[in-house]
Protein backbone atom coordinates (compact mmCIF):
# COMPACT_ATOMS: atom_id res chain seq x y z
CA UNK A 1 0.00 0.00 0.00
CA UNK A 2 1.35 3.32 -1.04
CA UNK A 3 1.89 6.70 1.13
CA UNK A 4 -1.31 8.04 -1.00
CA UNK A 5 -3.58 4.84 0.06
CA UNK A 6 -2.67 4.47 3.55
CA UNK A 7 -3.15 8.56 4.08
CA UNK A 8 -6.50 7.77 2.62
CA UNK A 9 -7.07 4.96 5.12
CA UNK A 10 -5.79 6.67 8.03
CA UNK A 11 -7.17 9.53 7.58
CA UNK A 12 -10.69 8.81 7.05
CA UNK A 13 -12.44 10.91 9.05
CA UNK A 14 -10.91 14.18 7.42
CA UNK A 15 -11.77 12.77 4.12
CA UNK A 16 -15.23 12.33 4.97
CA UNK A 17 -15.13 16.23 6.27
CA UNK A 18 -13.36 17.44 3.15
CA UNK A 19 -14.02 15.45 0.30
CA UNK A 20 -17.38 14.08 1.01
CA UNK A 21 -18.60 17.08 2.17
CA UNK A 22 -17.58 18.95 -0.85
CA UNK A 23 -19.03 16.47 -3.28
CA UNK A 24 -22.54 17.09 -1.21
CA UNK A 25 -22.06 20.67 -2.24
CA UNK A 26 -22.15 19.79 -5.51
CA UNK A 27 -24.81 17.14 -5.19
CA UNK A 28 -27.68 17.67 -7.91
CA UNK A 29 -25.47 19.48 -10.59
CA UNK A 30 -25.30 22.45 -8.07
CA UNK A 31 -23.46 25.86 -10.03
CA UNK A 32 -20.85 27.87 -8.16
CA UNK A 33 -22.15 31.00 -6.56
CA UNK A 34 -22.16 32.80 -3.54
CA UNK A 35 -24.38 30.83 -1.33
CA UNK A 36 -22.13 27.92 -2.22
CA UNK A 37 -18.89 28.87 -1.32
CA UNK A 38 -20.01 30.32 1.84
CA UNK A 39 -21.17 26.71 2.60
CA UNK A 40 -17.71 25.82 1.37
CA UNK A 41 -16.01 28.31 4.40
CA UNK A 42 -18.04 26.94 7.01
CA UNK A 43 -17.29 22.92 6.04
CA UNK A 44 -13.41 24.29 6.09
CA UNK A 45 -13.96 25.85 9.13
CA UNK A 46 -15.32 22.78 11.06
CA UNK A 47 -12.22 20.76 9.49
CA UNK A 48 -10.33 22.76 11.37
CA UNK A 49 -8.66 25.14 8.92
CA UNK A 50 -9.01 28.28 11.00
CA UNK A 51 -8.66 31.70 9.22
CA UNK A 52 -7.31 29.72 6.37
CA UNK A 53 -11.12 28.51 5.81
CA UNK A 54 -11.56 32.32 4.74
CA UNK A 55 -8.29 32.99 2.63
CA UNK A 56 -8.94 29.71 0.63
CA UNK A 57 -12.75 30.75 0.18
CA UNK A 58 -11.68 34.31 -1.15
CA UNK A 59 -9.46 32.73 -3.72
CA UNK A 60 -11.80 30.40 -5.15
CA UNK A 61 -14.62 33.31 -5.18
CA UNK A 62 -11.46 35.86 -7.04
CA UNK A 63 -11.02 32.35 -9.78
CA UNK A 64 -14.85 32.03 -10.30
CA UNK A 65 -15.47 35.62 -11.06
CA UNK A 66 -12.59 35.44 -13.37
CA UNK A 67 -14.24 32.53 -15.47
CA UNK A 68 -11.79 29.94 -14.05
CA UNK A 69 -13.85 27.93 -11.91
CA UNK A 70 -16.53 26.10 -13.66
CA UNK A 71 -17.68 23.55 -11.53
CA UNK A 72 -16.41 20.50 -8.75
CA UNK A 73 -13.36 19.47 -10.19
CA UNK A 74 -12.10 22.98 -10.65
CA UNK A 75 -12.56 23.64 -7.25
CA UNK A 76 -10.83 20.71 -6.09
CA UNK A 77 -7.95 21.28 -8.14
CA UNK A 78 -8.11 24.88 -6.69
CA UNK A 79 -8.20 23.70 -3.53
CA UNK A 80 -5.18 21.31 -3.93
CA UNK A 81 -2.94 24.38 -5.57
CA UNK A 82 -3.76 26.28 -2.54
CA UNK A 83 -3.51 23.83 0.41
CA UNK A 84 -0.08 22.27 -1.04
CA UNK A 85 1.43 26.00 -1.41
CA UNK A 86 0.76 25.89 2.46
CA UNK A 87 3.09 22.92 3.15
CA UNK A 88 6.08 23.99 1.56
CA UNK A 89 8.78 23.54 3.11
CA UNK A 90 7.24 20.06 5.25
CA UNK A 91 7.94 16.75 4.45
CA UNK A 92 11.31 14.98 2.83
CA UNK A 93 10.82 12.16 4.74
CA UNK A 94 13.80 10.99 7.78
CA UNK A 95 16.36 13.80 9.03
CA UNK A 96 19.83 13.47 7.46
CA UNK A 97 21.91 12.12 10.84
CA UNK A 98 24.91 13.25 10.09
CA UNK A 99 26.17 13.28 13.81
CA UNK A 100 26.57 10.46 16.04
CA UNK A 101 25.05 10.36 18.38
CA UNK A 102 22.04 12.87 17.20
CA UNK A 103 20.50 13.88 20.03
CA UNK A 104 16.46 14.09 18.86
CA UNK A 105 14.43 16.68 22.62
CA UNK A 106 11.40 16.02 21.93
CA UNK A 107 8.32 17.97 23.73
CA UNK A 108 4.75 18.81 24.18
CA UNK A 109 1.86 19.57 26.62
CA UNK A 110 0.39 16.64 28.56
CA UNK A 111 -1.82 14.34 26.62
CA UNK A 112 -0.23 15.40 23.37
CA UNK A 113 0.91 11.55 22.51
CA UNK A 114 4.01 12.59 23.32
CA UNK A 115 5.05 9.43 24.87
CA UNK A 116 4.02 7.38 22.50
CA UNK A 117 5.56 9.66 19.54
CA UNK A 118 8.86 8.64 20.94
CA UNK A 119 8.20 5.27 21.11
CA UNK A 120 7.16 5.19 17.55
CA UNK A 121 10.31 7.39 16.72
CA UNK A 122 12.52 4.43 18.43
CA UNK A 123 11.08 1.78 16.46
CA UNK A 124 10.91 3.65 13.30
CA UNK A 125 14.91 4.37 13.72
CA UNK A 126 15.53 1.14 14.76
CA UNK A 127 13.77 -0.84 11.31
CA UNK A 128 16.33 1.27 9.83
CA UNK A 129 19.21 0.11 11.86
CA UNK A 130 20.00 2.45 14.17
CA UNK A 131 20.75 1.95 17.28
CA UNK A 132 18.13 4.19 19.77
CA UNK A 133 18.75 4.86 23.33
CA UNK A 134 15.69 7.04 24.71
CA UNK A 135 16.03 9.12 27.88
CA UNK A 136 13.22 9.42 30.03
CA UNK A 137 13.27 13.34 31.16
CA UNK A 138 9.71 13.68 31.91
CA UNK A 139 10.12 13.57 35.56
CA UNK A 140 7.09 15.75 36.75
CA UNK A 141 4.36 12.62 35.73
CA UNK A 142 4.57 9.73 37.67
CA UNK A 143 3.49 7.32 35.07
CA UNK A 144 5.97 8.50 32.16
CA UNK A 145 9.15 7.11 32.84
CA UNK A 146 7.51 3.54 33.68
CA UNK A 147 5.09 4.09 30.57
CA UNK A 148 8.52 4.95 28.59
CA UNK A 149 10.77 1.74 30.03
CA UNK A 150 7.32 -0.43 28.80
CA UNK A 151 7.80 1.17 25.24
CA UNK A 152 11.60 0.64 25.21
CA UNK A 153 11.30 -2.86 26.37
CA UNK A 154 8.77 -3.51 23.34
CA UNK A 155 11.17 -2.02 21.19
CA UNK A 156 14.77 -3.38 22.62
CA UNK A 157 15.87 0.39 23.09
CA UNK A 158 18.04 1.49 25.44
CA UNK A 159 16.43 3.46 28.05
CA UNK A 160 18.43 6.01 30.98
CA UNK A 161 15.92 7.34 33.78
CA UNK A 162 15.73 7.65 37.15
CA UNK A 163 13.69 6.02 39.68
CA UNK A 164 12.68 8.54 41.75
CA UNK A 165 9.71 11.23 42.35
CA UNK A 166 10.69 14.88 41.32
CA UNK A 167 14.38 13.99 39.73
CA UNK A 168 16.32 16.56 37.50
CA UNK A 169 15.39 16.42 34.23
CA UNK A 170 18.50 18.07 33.19
CA UNK A 171 20.81 15.07 34.46
CA UNK A 172 18.60 13.10 32.97
CA UNK A 173 19.38 14.40 29.49
CA UNK A 174 22.96 14.84 30.55
CA UNK A 175 23.35 11.07 31.76
CA UNK A 176 21.30 9.83 28.43
CA UNK A 177 23.93 12.06 26.36
CA UNK A 178 26.67 10.17 28.32
CA UNK A 179 25.82 7.08 27.94
CA UNK A 180 24.80 7.47 23.99
CA UNK A 181 28.38 8.73 23.21
CA UNK A 182 29.85 5.43 25.35
CA UNK A 183 27.27 2.44 23.69
CA UNK A 184 27.68 3.92 20.36
CA UNK A 185 24.09 4.51 19.93
CA UNK A 186 23.37 6.24 16.58
CA UNK A 187 20.29 8.43 17.93
CA UNK A 188 19.01 9.62 21.61
CA UNK A 189 15.81 10.88 22.02
CA UNK A 190 15.05 12.37 24.83
CA UNK A 191 11.63 12.83 26.71
CA UNK A 192 10.47 16.21 28.56
CA UNK A 193 7.65 16.95 30.87
CA UNK A 194 4.38 17.62 29.30
CA UNK A 195 4.53 21.00 30.06
CA UNK A 196 1.57 23.48 30.38
CA UNK A 197 2.35 26.23 28.48
CA UNK A 198 1.38 28.49 31.05
CA UNK A 199 4.29 27.29 33.41
CA UNK A 200 7.03 29.41 32.95
CA UNK A 201 9.41 28.19 35.22
CA UNK A 202 8.39 24.70 33.39
CA UNK A 203 9.93 26.40 30.13
CA UNK A 204 12.98 28.00 31.49
CA UNK A 205 13.52 24.24 32.99
CA UNK A 206 13.70 22.97 29.15
CA UNK A 207 15.89 25.69 28.31
CA UNK A 208 18.16 24.72 30.92
CA UNK A 209 17.74 20.98 29.17
CA UNK A 210 18.86 22.30 26.23
CA UNK A 211 21.41 24.32 27.84
CA UNK A 212 23.10 21.12 29.34
CA UNK A 213 22.92 19.15 26.10
CA UNK A 214 24.83 21.53 23.94
CA UNK A 215 27.37 20.97 27.11
CA UNK A 216 27.52 17.57 26.60
CA UNK A 217 27.45 17.73 22.79
CA UNK A 218 28.34 21.14 21.66
CA UNK A 219 25.52 21.79 18.68
CA UNK A 220 22.51 19.40 20.30
CA UNK A 221 20.48 18.61 20.46
CA UNK A 222 20.37 18.75 16.56
CA UNK A 223 16.75 18.28 16.22
CA UNK A 224 13.64 19.42 18.74
CA UNK A 225 10.11 18.42 17.55
CA UNK A 226 7.48 19.73 19.08
CA UNK A 227 4.22 17.06 19.38
CA UNK A 228 0.75 18.54 18.72
CA UNK A 229 -2.81 16.58 19.23
CA UNK A 230 -4.14 16.57 16.32
CA UNK A 231 -7.33 16.80 17.84
CA UNK A 232 -7.13 20.33 19.71
CA UNK A 233 -6.87 21.92 16.81
CA UNK A 234 -6.85 25.86 16.79
CA UNK A 235 -5.88 25.07 20.98
CA UNK A 236 -2.97 23.59 19.96
CA UNK A 237 -1.92 26.21 18.29
CA UNK A 238 -1.67 28.45 21.14
CA UNK A 239 -0.06 25.91 23.60
CA UNK A 240 2.82 25.22 20.56
CA UNK A 241 3.38 29.07 20.28
CA UNK A 242 4.56 29.24 23.78
CA UNK A 243 6.75 26.88 23.21
CA UNK A 244 8.74 28.36 20.26
CA UNK A 245 9.33 31.45 22.12
CA UNK A 246 10.99 29.09 24.97
CA UNK A 247 13.18 26.62 22.67
CA UNK A 248 14.17 26.06 19.50
CA UNK A 249 11.88 23.93 17.72
CA UNK A 250 12.87 22.64 14.18
CA UNK A 251 10.12 20.48 13.70
CA UNK A 252 6.21 19.61 14.83
CA UNK A 253 4.99 15.70 14.89
CA UNK A 254 0.99 16.11 14.57
CA UNK A 255 -0.46 12.99 16.16
CA UNK A 256 -3.76 11.48 16.64
CA UNK A 257 -5.04 12.78 13.10
CA UNK A 258 -6.80 8.98 12.54
CA UNK A 259 -8.99 10.32 15.53
CA UNK A 260 -10.73 12.75 13.94
CA UNK A 261 -12.84 14.92 11.36
CA UNK A 262 -10.22 17.85 11.97
CA UNK A 263 -7.21 17.00 10.04
CA UNK A 264 -6.87 20.36 8.25
CA UNK A 265 -5.69 21.72 11.42
CA UNK A 266 -2.40 20.67 9.79
CA UNK A 267 -2.82 23.45 7.43
CA UNK A 268 -3.55 25.70 9.94
CA UNK A 269 -0.89 24.76 12.31
CA UNK A 270 1.95 24.80 9.55
CA UNK A 271 0.74 28.37 8.18
CA UNK A 272 0.87 29.99 12.01
CA UNK A 273 3.80 28.04 13.10
CA UNK A 274 6.02 28.44 10.54
CA UNK A 275 7.45 25.14 11.26
CA UNK A 276 7.69 22.11 8.90
CA UNK A 277 5.76 18.85 9.63
CA UNK A 278 7.97 16.00 9.98
CA UNK A 279 5.75 13.23 11.13
CA UNK A 280 2.34 12.45 11.67
CA UNK A 281 0.43 9.67 13.92
CA UNK A 282 -2.21 7.94 12.42
CA UNK A 283 -2.80 5.35 15.40
CA UNK A 284 -1.67 3.36 18.34
CA UNK A 285 0.59 0.75 16.96
CA UNK A 286 4.12 1.44 16.46
CA UNK A 287 4.33 1.57 12.61
CA UNK A 288 1.61 3.76 12.90
CA UNK A 289 4.05 7.18 11.96
CA UNK A 290 4.81 8.55 8.78
CA UNK A 291 7.16 10.41 7.70
CA UNK A 292 4.76 13.99 6.66
CA UNK A 293 4.69 14.13 2.43
CA UNK A 294 2.16 16.95 1.49
CA UNK A 295 1.14 16.05 -1.74
CA UNK A 296 -0.14 11.95 -0.82
CA UNK A 297 -1.57 14.12 2.27
CA UNK A 298 -3.77 16.86 0.09
CA UNK A 299 -4.55 14.28 -2.09
CA UNK A 300 -5.82 11.78 0.38
CA UNK A 301 -7.98 14.31 2.09
CA UNK A 302 -9.56 16.50 -1.18
CA UNK A 303 -9.22 14.14 -4.26
CA UNK A 304 -12.88 12.81 -5.15
CA UNK A 305 -13.94 9.63 -3.46
CA UNK A 306 -14.04 6.52 -6.45
CA UNK A 307 -17.74 5.99 -7.13
CA UNK A 308 -19.12 9.55 -5.21
CA UNK A 309 -21.71 11.18 -7.17
CA UNK A 310 -22.63 14.68 -7.83
Not at 49 to 68: C, F, N, Q, V
Not at 208 to 237: C, F
Not at 245 to 255: C, M, P, Q, R, S
Not at 291 to 299: I, K, L, M, R
Amino acid sequence: MGLFDRFKERLSKTRTAISDGLTGLFKGGRKIDQELLDELEELLYTSDLGPLAGELTEDLARLHKRGELKGEEDVRQAMRAKLLAKLEGSGGGDPVMTAKPTIILVVGVNGSGKTTSIAKLAHRFQSQGKKVILGAGDTFRAAAADQLQIWAERNGADIVRQHKDNADPAAIAFDTCSAAIARGMDVAIIDTAGRLHTQSNLMQELDKVRRVIDKKIPGAPHETWLVIDGTNGQNAIRQAKEFTAAVDVTGLIVAKLDGTARGGAVFAIKDELGLPIRYIGTGESLELLEAFEPEPFVDAIVSKSVGAVS
